[in-house]
Nanobody
């Protein structure tokens, strides 16, 4: 599976962005997809995840109620809708695939086998 993240950019605080994670490979619909982010000088952290069917999602407390993860398996794409953005959301966002066939949404990076290249999000105050 190859992943391509896109949709990042510069936005003012309170604004919105939608990130996309497009995948190649026939087994994409079988994978758990996670979004992670890494801010300058900080470790990469889990943001949100979605199981293979889209029926189960999980969010970090820091984004709960503001971000929504979804997937369209027919388009081999996962989305991360980010609303009410804050300066502390500034980071490079990565999508990752793992846990083939699983309903368990892992929070740890090592649980994910494939990673996209990242897309940068900058939120100005």
């Amino acid at each position: 599976v190859q992943l391509q993240a896109s949709g990042g950019g510069l936005v003012q605080a309170g604004g919105s962005l939608r990130l996309s994670c497009a995948a190649s490979g026939r087994t994409f619909s079988s994978y758990v997809i996670g979004w992670f982010r890494q801010a300058p000088g900080k470790e990469r952290e889990f943001v949100a995840g979605i199981n293979w069917s889209g029926g189960s999602t999980y969010y970090a407390d820091s984004v709960k109620g503001r971000f929504t993860i979804s997937r369209d398996n027919a388009k081999n794409t996962v989305y991360l809708q980010m609303n009410s953005l804050k300066p502390e959301d500034t980071a490079v966002y990565y999508c990752a695939a793992g846990g083939i066939g699983s309903d368990y949404i892992a929070l740890a990076q090592y649980e994910y086998d494939y990673w996209g290249q990242g897309t940068e999000v900058t939120v100005s105050s």
